[in-house]
Nanobody, 122 residues
Framework: QVQLVESGGGLVQAGGSLRLSCAAS????????MGWFRQAPGKEREFVGY????????YYADSVKGRFTISRDNAENTVYLQMNSLKPEDTAVYYC???????????????WGQGTQVTVSS
């Protein structure tokens, strides 16, 4: 079992930055692929990116590539999402998720946090 708690969301102006954190409980954090997803009002939850178990490899959606960076600290059981050059279309609830596969499919992730709101004003 893995429990995930996101933090760091808020209101930011376009062009600004935010760093989201996702703290995990349980001893198996380092055995999970960690993903970030987001969901805007009235839209499907969409993939943002994932990081492999060791933190040596990441993969991003085209919409955030070059602006967002995922990292993890397995000693601290935490994964991060650094978001730069934010745009109004990045406004969404952001979720972290833990899974066993390298995939952008939300259905493949077993554990989810409660989400944190990110609002980007124009």
């Amino acid at each position: 079992q893995v429990q995930l708690v996101e933090s760091g969301g808020g209101l930011v102006q376009a062009g600004g930055s935010l760093r989201l954190s996702c703290a995990a409980s349980g001893r198996s954090f380092s055995s999970h692929v960690m993903g970030w997803f987001r969901q805007a009002p009235g839209k499907e939850r969409e993939f943002v990116g994932y990081i492999n178990r060791s933190g040596s490899s990441t993969y991003y959606a085209d919409s955030v590539k070059g602006r967002f960076t995922i990292s993890r600290d397995n000693a601290e059981n935490t994964v991060y999402l650094q978001m730069n050059s934010l745009k109004p279309e990045d406004t969404a609830v952001y979720y972290c998720a833990a899974g066993g596969r390298y995939t952008n499919s939300k259905n493949a992730y077993d554990y989810w946090g409660q989400g944190t709101q990110v609002t980007v004003s124009s």
